[in-house]
C-alpha cells in the first residue's frame, strides 16, 4: 500500500508526501500541472496523479462506494495502447510514445483500482499482460521496465495479479516466480535486522532492513494488494527458519511488530529530517501486521495514527486519507470516526462524489484478494534525483530500516 518505504524515492509529489511526515495542516504549494477534472486532490499530478487516482477508487470500494464515473473515466483514459500507465500523462489523447515513462506501479495499482470497479476487464487484461512482459529474469519487477526488481515495486505487481485471481507463483521468467525474488531479499535470522525485507540488494549484494520494503514483502508474500483483512495468527512470534512465502511473510511480520512496539509508529528516515512519526509507512504496516494476523501491533498502530494522523492526511490528500481507509478496514475500525474526524466523508470531498452502493453492486472479494496498504511502490533513489524531486519515498519510496 504503501507508498511504500524504503531505499527508494517516490516518484510522485502526492505519494512522496504521502511517504513524509508532517507536522501540521497547511496550504500546498501552487501545482505546476493543474489536476484535472475527474481526479482527486488539488496538487501537481505529474508524479502521482495514477497512484492517488488508483488508491482512491480502492478504498471507496472498500468502503461500498460506487465510485463516480468521471473519476473512473479519467483513469481509464491514462492508459497505453500496450496496457501500460505512466504517473501521469497530461495529453492523454496523444499516443504514448518511446519517451512516455509507464512504469509497473502505476499500472499495477491501476489494474487493482480498475478490477475493484468492474466493468474493465479488456483494460486490466491488457495491463496484466504488459506487467507479465517485463517481469525480470529473477522473477521480480523494478519500477520501470528494464530496471532492477525492488521487493515494492514486486509487491504491488503481486497484488494486481492476484486481485484479478492469476497465481502469482504461476507468472514466471526465467523459471522464476515473484516469490523467488522476494526469498532473495529476505534478511536471514541470524542476521542484522532478520526477518526483515530489503528493498533490494546494493552494489556489493548485501541487504539491508527496510521495513517499508518489509510492509511490502509481507503482503506480496501473503498474495495480498491494497485491501487486506486480518489474516490467521502466525505459528511463531519470533523470526524462525524456513522457506516458502508463509515463513518470509511470518518473518516479516515479526519485524514490523518489534518496530512498533514501543512508540506505535515507525520513524522517517528521510535525508536531513528530525526523528519523527512516519505516517504512510505506518499505515502500510497496519495492514501487513493484519494480513499477517498479528492484530495487536496492528491496532495498537492504528490507535497512534488515529490520534496524530489527521493533520499528515489534510495536508497531503487523496492518497493518505485511501491510506488511513485501508488501514482502518484491516483492523476492522471505523473510518467514519477517526480521531473524530470522517475519512471518508474527506476523501470523498476530493473530487467527483461517489454514489452509495447499492446490494446488488457490492465490491468483488477478489479485491479484497489484492491488498495494501499501502501501501507500497516504490521508485528508486537515483530516479527520483533524475527528475529533480529530491525526497525520499510507502502507496505502491524512502529507505526504512
Same mark, same amino acid.
Given at each position: 500500500?504503501?507508498?511504500?518505504?524504503?531505499?527508494a524515492?517516490?516518484?510522485?509529489?502526492?505519494? $512522496?508526501?504521502? *511517504?513524509?511526515?508532517?507536522?501540521?495542516?497547511?496550504?500546498?504549494?501552487?501545482?505546476?500541472v493543474?489536476?484535472p477534472?475527474?481526479?482527486?486532490?488539488?496538487?501537481?499530478?505529474?508524479?502521482?496523479?495514477? +497512484?492517488?487516482?488508483?488508491?482512491?477508487?480502492?478504498?471507496?470500494?472498500?468502503?461500498?462506494?460506487?465510485?463516480?464515473?468521471?473519476?473512473?473515466? +479519467?483513469?481509464?483514459?491514462?492508459?497505453?495502447?500496450?496496457?501500460?500507465?505512466?504517473?501521469?500523462?497530461?495529453?492523454?489523447?496523444?499516443?504514448?510514445?518511446?519517451?512516455?515513462?509507464?512504469?509497473?506501479?502505476?499500472t499495477?495499482?491501476?489494474?487493482?483500482? $480498475?478490477?475493484?470497479?468492474?466493468?474493465?476487464?479488456?483494460?486490466?487484461?491488457?495491463?496484466?499482460? +504488459? $506487467?507479465?512482459?517485463?517481469?525480470?529474469?529473477?522473477?521480480?519487477?523494478?519500477?520501470?521496465?528494464?530496471?532492477?526488481?525492488?521487493t515494492?515495486?514486486?509487491?504491488?505487481?503481486?497484488?494486481? $495479479?492476484?486481485?484479478?485471481?492469476?497465481?502469482?507463483?504461476?507468472v514466471?521468467?526465467?523459471?522464476?516466480?515473484?516469490?523467488?525474488?522476494?526469498?532473495?531479499?529476505?534478511?536471514?535470522?541470524?542476521?542484522?535486522?532478520?526477518?526483515?525485507?530489503?528493498?533490494?540488494?546494493?552494489?556489493?549484494?548485501?541487504?539491508?532492513?527496510?521495513?517499508?520494503?518489509?510492509?511490502?514483502?509481507?503482503?506480496?508474500?501473503?498474495?495480498?494488494?491494497?485491501?487486506?483483512?486480518?489474516?490467521?495468527?502466525?505459528?511463531?512470534?519470533?523470526?524462525?527458519?524456513?522457506?516458502?512465502?508463509?515463513?518470509?511473510?511470518?518473518?516479516?511480520?515479526?519485524?514490523?511488530?518489534?518496530?512498533?512496539?514501543?512508540?506505535?509508529?515507525?520513524?522517517?528516515?528521510?535525508?536531513?529530517?528530525?526523528?519523527q512519526?512516519?505516517?504512510?509507512?505506518?499505515?502500510?504496516?497496519?495492514?501487513?501486521l493484519?494480513?499477517?494476523?498479528?492484530?495487536?501491533?496492528?491496532?495498537?498502530?492504528?490507535?497512534f495514527?488515529?490520534?496524530?494522523?489527521?493533520?499528515?492526511?489534510?495536508?497531503?490528500?487523496?492518497?493518505?486519507y485511501?491510506?488511513?481507509?485501508?488501514?482502518?478496514?484491516?483492523?476492522?475500525?471505523?473510518?467514519?470516526?477517526f480521531?473524530?474526524?470522517s475519512?471518508?466523508?474527506?476523501?470523498?470531498?476530493?473530487?467527483?462524489?461517489?454514489?452509495?452502493?447499492?446490494?446488488?453492486?457490492?465490491?468483488?472479494? *477478489?479485491?479484497?484478494?489484492?491488498?495494501?496498504?499501502?501501501?507500497?511502490?516504490?521508485?528508486?533513489?537515483?530516479?527520483?534525483?533524475?527528475?529533480?524531486?529530491?525526497f525520499?519515498?510507502?502507496?505502491r519510496?524512502?529507505?526504512?530500516?
Open positions: 500500500m504503501n507508498v511504500r518505504r524504503n531505499a524515492a517516490l516518484a510522485a509529489i502526492g505519494v $512522496l508526501a504521502a *511517504a513524509a511526515p508532517a507536522t501540521a495542516a497547511g496550504p500546498s504549494p501552487s501545482p505546476k493543474a489536476a477534472a475527474g481526479l482527486y486532490g488539488t496538487s501537481d499530478p505529474t508524479y502521482d496523479g495514477v +497512484w492517488r487516482q488508483s488508491l482512491t477508487l480502492v478504498a471507496q470500494r472498500t468502503l461500498g462506494y460506487r465510485p463516480a464515473t468521471a473519476a473512473v473515466d +479519467w483513469l481509464t483514459g491514462q492508459q497505453c495502447a500496450d496496457g501500460s500507465f505512466a504517473a501521469f500523462r497530461a495529453t492523454p489523447a496523444k499516443a504514448c510514445d518511446a519517451k512516455t515513462m509507464v512504469d509497473t506501479n502505476s499495477a495499482a491501476a489494474v487493482q483500482a $480498475l478490477h475493484a470497479t468492474g466493468g474493465h476487464d479488456a483494460a486490466v487484461t491488457k495491463a496484466v499482460d +504488459w $506487467l507479465k512482459s517485463v517481469q525480470n529474469k529473477d522473477g521480480g519487477w523494478g519500477y520501470n521496465p528494464g530496471s532492477p526488481s525492488d515494492n515495486s514486486t509487491s504491488v505487481v503481486v497484488g494486481a $495479479l492476484a486481485a484479478t485471481g492469476a497465481d502469482p507463483a504461476s514466471r521468467t526465467s523459471g522464476r516466480s515473484p516469490y523467488d525474488a522476494l526469498a532473495s531479499w529476505s534478511i536471514p535470522c541470524d542476521q542484522d535486522g532478520g526477518g526483515a525485507l530489503a528493498y533490494q540488494p546494493d552494489k556489493k549484494g548485501k541487504l539491508a532492513a527496510n521495513a517499508d520494503a518489509t510492509a511490502a514483502g509481507v503482503l506480496a508474500a501473503l498474495g495480498k494488494g491494497f485491501v487486506a483483512g486480518a489474516g490467521k495468527a502466525p505459528a511463531a512470534d519470533a523470526c524462525a527458519k524456513g522457506g516458502g512465502p508463509a515463513r518470509i511473510a511470518d518473518n516479516g511480520g515479526a519485524y514490523l511488530a518489534a518496530a512498533v512496539a514501543r512508540t506505535g509508529h515507525l520513524l522517517s528516515v528521510m535525508p536531513g529530517a528530525e526523528n512519526p512516519d505516517y504512510g509507512n505506518t499505515a502500510d504496516t497496519v495492514v501487513a493484519a494480513a499477517d494476523g498479528r492484530t495487536a501491533p496492528a491496532k495498537k498502530a492504528y490507535a495514527l488515529e490520534k496524530h494522523a489527521g493533520p499528515w492526511a489534510a495536508q497531503t490528500g487523496p492518497a493518505a485511501a491510506q488511513l481507509i485501508l488501514a482502518a478496514h484491516s483492523v476492522g475500525a471505523q473510518p467514519g470516526d480521531g473524530g474526524t475519512l471518508v466523508t474527506a476523501l470523498n470531498a476530493l473530487g467527483p462524489a461517489p454514489k452509495t452502493q447499492t446490494a446488488a453492486t457490492k465490491p468483488a472479494k *477478489a479485491s479484497d484478494g489484492g491488498s495494501h496498504a499501502g501501501v507500497w511502490w516504490s521508485v528508486g533513489i537515483c530516479l527520483v534525483a533524475g527528475i529533480g524531486i529530491g525520499l519515498l510507502s502507496t519510496k524512502k529507505k526504512q530500516s
